[in-house]
């Protein structure tokens, strides 16, 4: 049986190198996916289309003495609000609600406005509204 022998030690294979096409192949590819991601952190970015909006959490309870509600939406909307009976007087009784909603504007500032409807009527508060 014969078997090859080993090269001598003294022998050099030849180095690998990377021929200029695959140089620029790979530069084409990193410029892809460079572009491929700019684009699509565009797209992420892109303002959404209201119409489209999808409510993503919804909660309801309607009792006998109030009602909450809760509700969040794929275009940064956030509402919540729960109402009590209070009683005024002898035969005088009316809900007292506090709540709150949030949104988002086109200058991407997200605004909030934190509210109570009783007998002195209805009183926003938020950092954006005047104050008296």
Same mark, same amino acid.
Request: no cysteine.
């Given at each position: 049986?014969?078997?090859?022998? #080993?090269?001598?030690?003294? $022998? !050099?294979?030849? =180095?690998?190198?990377?021929?200029?096409? *695959?140089?620029?192949? !790979?530069?084409?590819?990193?410029?892809? @996916? +460079? /572009?491929?991601? #700019? +684009?699509?952190?565009?797209?992420?970015?892109?303002?959404?289309?209201?119409?489209?909006? =999808? %409510?993503?959490?919804?909660?309801?309870? %309607? #009792?006998?003495?109030?009602?909450?509600?809760?509700?969040?939406?794929?275009?940064? +909307?956030? /509402? $919540?609000? *729960?109402?009590?009976? *209070?009683?005024?007087?002898?035969?005088?009784?009316?809900?007292?609600?506090?709540?709150?909603?949030?949104?988002?504007? @086109?200058?991407? !500032?997200?605004?909030?406005?934190?509210?109570?409807?009783?007998?002195?009527?209805?009183?926003?508060?938020?950092?954006?509204?005047? !104050? /008296?």
């Amino acid at each position: 049986m014969h078997l090859p022998t #080993a090269a001598p030690s003294h $022998q !050099q294979f030849p =180095q690998s190198s990377t021929s200029p096409r *695959k140089k620029n192949t !790979q530069t084409f590819n990193m410029k892809f @996916a +460079i /572009a491929f991601a #700019a +684009i699509l952190a565009l797209a992420l970015a892109a303002p959404v289309d209201e119409k489209d909006a =999808q %409510v993503l959490k919804y909660d309801n309870d %309607v #009792a006998a003495d109030g009602y909450s509600f809760q509700y969040d939406t794929s275009n940064g +909307i956030k /509402a $919540q609000e *729960k109402a009590e009976l *209070k009683s005024f007087g002898d035969d005088v009784s009316a809900l007292v609600v506090r709540g709150s909603f949030s949104y988002t504007a @086109a200058d991407g !500032q997200v605004y909030t406005v934190n509210y109570v409807a009783d007998e002195n009527g209805f009183q926003p508060e938020a950092a954006h509204l005047p !104050q /008296a």
